[in-house]
């Protein structure tokens, strides 16, 4: 608009909201395509359906034989409970770092981010694809594990459904986090001990968390997978819902969100 003695850039609200559109259309073409493009490797679909089924089904007759003392639950029963809620943990974070490290590397990353998307909503896309095979996998492994093998927990499935995919999505938080850091997919996956074996060592799942030293316990107190754990043996234990499961659900659902920013805060278009 012209005034007299200069002029004034007016943004009409129609650009504003074709940029939104273009934005969401963006958004959902990313999420489109990396669904097509995890579809079309046979190996990473295996690995998140086929090989946590495999897993549960060896440790159900590892266990068959193994005596029970009364009023306890079988040892089967607690190895998937927490094979079905951390399994996603490690396969998201895996498979995430990978992806995302090569399509850094082949240069895919740097054209999407010439487009309106976002940084955040380009992260948002993978989050969103990535928990739809998230959600697949914790499908088809409650599945087998409660219609098949004979799990069984006091509280309902749908909320040892729910904790697997939110450790899903933690795990791809996580897994884009940690691809920012790394120069080739061979790093990436380097990446997991520091970012996967502490929490699962520390979660409670070979010793108690009171039982370790006080420093560690502290630690423990700061990671996801901690809160995960406890969120499910809320639910094998109780038919309700507890307050502190829902509390542990709440924790490790900030965790994920607070990965997925720094990721977004983190993310490079090319590996140097």
Known sequence: MQVP??????????????RRRITLRAYTATTTRILRQLAADHRSVAMILLVPVLV??????????VPTRPGAPSPFNTACLILLGL??????????????QRERASGTLERILTTPLRRLDL??????????????????ACSVSFLLLGFETQGSWVWVFVIAVINAVL???LGLLASAFARTEFQAVQFMPVFIVPQLLLAGIIVPRAQ?????????????????????????????LTHI????IVIVLGFALLALGLAAATLRRRTP
């Open 123 to 140: 992260l948002a896309a993978y989050g969103t694809a990535f928990s739809i095979a998230a959600a697949a996998q914790a499908i088809v």
């Open 245 to 248: 499961a829902v509390r542990d």
């Open 5 to 18: 003695g200069g002029s004034v850039s007016v943004r009409h609200p129609a650009h504003h909201h074709a």
């Open 171 to 173: 795990g791809v938080g």
């Open 212 to 240: 370790m030293p006080g420093w560690l316990e502290w630690i423990s107190n700061v990671m996801p997978a901690s809160y995960a754990l406890e969120a499910l043996q809320q639910v094998a234990a109780h038919p309700e």
């Open 56 to 65: 549960i089904t060896l440790m159900y007759f590892m266990f068959q034989d």
């Open 87 to 100: 399994f996603p943990l490690f396969v998201m974070f895996l498979i995430t770092s990978i992806t995302m």
